[in-house]
Nanobody, 125 residues
Framework: QVQLAESGGGLVQAGDSLRLSCSAS????????MGWFRQAPGMEREFVAI????????IYTDSVKGRFTISRENSKGMLYLQMNGLKPEDTAVYYC??????????????????WGQGTQVTVSA
């Protein structure tokens, strides 16, 4: 059974850093794209960062480029999101996800199969 569990969220001030972690089990992570998505109140879920298979190339949404870094440890079943220079507009519930979707659809949340329960990130001004 595929399971994804996020941790590391919290309340921080603008400019601070947070590191989100996602523990993956029930599947071989090396065979999957792994991604971070977020959903703010009243907004649609959006992709934040993706680590694609098999080489683990990273893709970022424009608003987080240069501030966020996605990384993965396939042997440990762990996915990370290092978030630096946090801004109030980064406030959202952050979700870890896994998928084997074709690269053409990789930025679309509806194309991802497996999701964690989410972790809240709140950035105060």
């Amino acid at each position: 059974q595929v399971q994804l569990a996020e941790s590391g969220g919290g309340l921080v001030q603008a400019g601070d850093s947070l590191r989100l972690s996602c523990s993956a089990s029930g599947f071989r992570m090396i065979n999957y794209h792994m991604g971070w998505f977020r959903q703010a109140p009243g907004m649609e879920r959006e992709f934040v960062a993706i680590s694609s298979r098999p080489g683990g190339n990273s893709i970022y949404t424009d608003s987080v480029k240069g501030r966020f870094t996605i990384s993965r440890e396939n042997s440990k079943g762990m996915l990370y999101l290092q978030m630096n220079g946090l801004k109030p507009e980064d406030t959202a519930v952050y979700y870890c996800a896994s998928s084997t979707v074709a690269l053409s659809g990789i930025r679309r949340p509806e194309m991802w199969r497996n999701w964690g329960q989410g972790t809240q990130v709140t950035v105060s001004a």
